[in-house]
């Protein structure tokens, strides 16, 4: 069963703090995998897909990285704004995504 | 352009009731899935229309679930007799092609349903 942990659970960081968000996943056959980020009373909003291992993709101060059992969502010199849940998900075989737990993410001006 | 919208936002019923949510696509989206998220838990994959034909409902979790896409349009997602397990928060989420060619799902608010 296709499975998605991610670490940590909630993290607060003073406005400029750089830090790293971890997805850990494991999958059969991974087709993608997808960072979405969610404000409260909201519905999550896509941010990136990576397909493969190496790949990179950037957004502003956010930067998505892949490797073959896990992935990593940097924030650089983050603001006020960028907090949120970070939800990591999963595509396998089916038509479906498998998300995680989500990172709560604090930032602190 | 119109992003996917649900209704209600919030529905407080009795355990025994019935509750029917509906969800609106964004136009000329062709698939339309429903999510849930259990407090304290994932966002989980319930079901996926492609036009007015059930893809995949393999995460409906009992037949008192069922799901509608009349048309293929709008979608509605009834509950009936709510359990108090129900209680969360219902996604909807549209895409104009398959989850491979995209990666992009187009989410709405989300419906809360609180089953007393």
């Known amino acids: 069963e296709d499975q998605v942990t991610q670490s940590p659970e909630a993290l607060r960081l003073q406005e400029g703090e750089s830090s790293s968000l971890n997805c850990s996943y494991t999958v059969s056959g991974l087709r993608g995998l997808f960072w979405y980020r969610q404000d409260p009373g909201k519905g999550p909003e896509f941010l990136f897909t990576l397909y493969s291992a190496g790949e990179e993709k950037e957004k502003e101060r956010l930067k998505a990285t892949l490797t073959k059992k896990e992935s990593f969502l940097h924030i650089t010199a983050p603001k006020p704004e960028d907090s949120a849940t970070y939800l990591c998900?999963?595509?396998?075989?089916?038509?479906?995504?498998?998300f995680g737990q989500g990172t709560r993410l604090t930032i602190n001006p | 352009e119109a992003g996917v919208t649900q209704f209600p936002s919030h529905s407080v019923i009795e355990k025994g009731q019935t509750v029917t949510l509906r969800c609106d696509p964004i136009s000329g989206h062709d698939n339309l899935y429903w999510y849930r998220r259990v407090m304290g838990k994932e966002i989980k994959f319930l079901l996926h229309f492609v036009k007015e034909s059930k893809q995949d409902e393999s995460g409906m979790p009992n037949n008192r679930f069922l799901a509608e896409r009349t048309g293929g349009t709008y979608s509605t997602l009834k509950v009936q007799p709510a359990e108090l397990e129900d209680s969360g928060v219902y996604f909807c989420a549209s895409s104009p092609r398959e989850l491979l060619n995209t990666g992009e799902l187009f989410f709405g608010e989300g419906s809360r349903l609180t089953v007393l």
């Open positions: 998900a999963v595509l396998g075989g089916a038509q479906k995504l498998v």
